[in-house]
């Protein structure tokens, strides 16, 4: 009996070996359920698992995101902490990350985190974060990462995806972005000596058809020449059919080392091209000071039509609205987004000053055209909806 026993096994055995070798329907199938990275390890068992692997990860075209609040219980911030655990898990290959984390307590120097928390960190510091990322990112994928005020995001637990607003407190959030038929995102960064009409195009915001967002961030706003240098950048950004989103924060890095001055202004962000991708954006100004007031300025976004589906949510606010401007109400605008668009994460922080307007980009139409002067705000709200097709 055991060794008939013995016998079947080693036949059940045998067959599903041949399977697992052979039929390339079964291996693809098992793949779908595994992780990106265990996914490039099962890769190298054989040449027909590498061929079903890159097969599957060609599928992997969803836009995920990791997020974290709360106090870390490591010397590093609770993002990177949580990046190092999240990675592991994601189905998808990161092309482009975009991160945003509080000033407060993010500091680049992870080993002295703790004693160096209530000072403001130094610029060298820096690069043992970048480092960091690098490690635990594939290495042709391109990392922006802006250091704001305040957070708006969506915690990564499937069970809680309701927005939060962090004014205060250690919080960050990384949006991943795979390689996308027919969506092109392309990070790009200016600063005086760099900003020209070549390095426009190369960045896809000059001679584009197909540019339908940009994200922008602008960082040591306040100094002289600062507002002249982003004056250039958005007056044809306004004229354009493109939908713009975005504010003024503490830093930015990594910076371009090779063409920027320590302490220079300039401006960061990414273009999203593609012929399906939709967008609109409504503007919170300073008379919008109670939930209802923020709800049916938040509804006209419901009201375009915008498909729900593969789409993300950006609120770019300022550090005097949150709770302070809705008379000691937390979570008022993110609350009111999750309510209209239950199905879709928001993204975003508090900072020094808004970039944006009303806009929609949807089809062959754009409404509305503004100048540059149009696109910059105090005391606002951008709260935008991009639709990746």
């Given at each position: 009996?055991?060794?008939?026993?013995?016998?079947?096994?080693?036949?059940?055995?045998?067959?599903?070996?041949?399977?697992?070798?052979?039929?390339?329907?079964?291996?693809?199938?098992?793949?779908?359920?595994?992780?990106?990275?265990a996914?490039?390890?099962?890769?190298?068992?054989?040449?027909?698992?590498?061929?079903?692997?890159?097969?599957?990860?060609?599928?992997?075209?969803?836009?995920?995101?990791?997020?974290?609040?709360?106090?870390?219980?490591?010397?590093?911030?609770?993002?990177?902490?949580?990046?190092?655990?999240?990675?592991?898990?994601?189905?998808?290959?990161?092309?482009?990350?975009?991160?945003?984390?509080?000033n407060?307590?993010?500091?680049?120097?992870?080993?002295s985190?703790?004693?160096?928390?209530?000072?403001?960190?130094?610029?060298?510091?820096?690069?043992?974060?970048?480092?960091?990322?690098?490690?635990l990112?594939?290495?042709?994928?391109?990392?922006?990462?802006?250091?704001?005020?305040?957070?708006?995001?969506?915690?990564?637990?499937?069970?809680?995806?309701?927005?939060?607003?962090?004014?205060?407190?250690?919080?960050?959030?990384?949006?991943?972005?795979?390689?996308?038929?027919?969506?092109?995102?392309?990070?790009?960064?200016?600063c005086?000596?760099?900003?020209s009409?070549?390095?426009?195009?190369?960045?896809?915001?000059?001679?584009?058809?197909?540019?339908?967002?940009?994200?922008?961030f602008?960082?040591?706003?306040?100094k002289?020449?600062?507002?002249?240098?982003?004056?250039?950048?958005?007056?044809?950004?306004?004229?354009?059919?493109?939908?713009?989103?975005?504010?003024?924060?503490?830093?930015?890095?990594?910076?371009?080392?090779?063409?920027?001055?320590?302490?220079?202004?300039?401006?960061?962000?990414?273009?999203?091209?593609?012929?399906?991708?939709?967008?609109?954006?409504?503007?919170?100004?300073?008379?919008?000071?109670?939930p209802?007031?923020?709800?049916?300025?938040?509804?006209?976004?419901?009201?375009?039509?915008?498909p729900?589906?593969?789409?993300?949510?950006?609120?770019?606010?300022?550090?005097?609205?949150?709770?302070?401007?809705?008379?000691?109400q937390?979570?008022?605008?993110?609350?009111?987004?999750?309510?209209?668009?239950?199905?879709?994460?928001?993204f975003?922080?508090?900072?020094?000053?808004?970039i944006?307007?009303?806009?929609?980009?949807?089809?062959?139409?754009?409404?509305?055209?503004?100048?540059?002067?149009?696109?910059?705000?105090?005391?606002?709200?951008?709260?935008?909806?991009?639709?990746?097709?």
């Open positions: 009996m055991e060794a008939d026993g013995g016998s079947s096994s080693g036949a059940v055995e045998s067959k599903a070996g041949f399977v697992l070798g052979n039929v390339a329907e079964v291996v693809e199938k098992i793949l779908t359920f595994v992780p990106t990275k996914v490039f390890r099962l890769a190298s068992v054989c040449r027909l698992w590498r061929n079903c692997a890159r097969r599957v990860q060609r599928t992997r075209q969803k836009t995920t995101w990791l997020s974290a609040s709360g106090s870390s219980r490591y010397e590093e911030h609770v993002l990177l902490r949580a990046m190092e655990e999240g990675l592991e898990n994601v189905f998808l290959l990161p092309q482009t990350v975009l991160l945003m984390v509080d407060e307590n993010f500091s680049g120097h992870h080993s985190f703790r004693h160096k928390k209530a000072r403001r960190c130094l610029p060298e510091d820096e690069s043992d974060v970048v480092d960091r990322l690098r490690r990112l594939p290495g042709n994928c391109d990392v922006l990462c802006v250091v704001t005020p305040g957070i708006v995001l969506t915690p990564s637990d499937p069970s809680c995806r309701v927005p939060r607003e962090f004014m205060e407190g250690e919080a960050g959030f990384s949006l991943l972005f795979p390689a996308m038929e027919g969506v092109h995102i392309r990070p790009f960064h200016f005086k000596k760099s900003l009409n070549s390095a426009l195009e190369k960045a896809g915001l000059a001679g584009n058809p197909d540019l339908k967002v940009v994200l922008l602008g960082y040591d706003a306040y002289t020449g600062a507002a002249r240098f982003l004056n250039q950048l958005l007056k044809p950004l306004g004229r354009s059919n493109v939908l713009i989103a975005g504010g003024h924060v503490e830093r930015v890095f990594p910076q371009q080392r090779d063409c920027c001055s320590p302490g220079s202004f300039g401006v960061v962000g990414l273009t999203l091209s593609g012929p399906r991708i939709q967008g609109a954006s409504v503007l919170l100004d300073q008379e919008v000071s109670t209802a007031a923020a709800e049916v300025t938040i509804r006209r976004l419901k009201a375009v039509g915008i729900e589906s593969n789409a993300f949510g950006f609120m770019f606010a300022c550090v005097a609205r949150g709770h302070n401007h809705y008379n000691g937390h979570n008022v605008e993110a609350d009111v987004f999750h309510k209209l668009f239950p199905g879709i994460p928001l975003g922080f508090f900072g020094n000053g808004e944006g307007c009303d806009r929609i980009v949807k089809e062959n139409y754009t409404l509305s055209q503004t100048d540059a002067n149009g696109l910059q705000h105090g005391y606002t709200t951008v709260m935008s909806l991009v639709h990746l097709g």
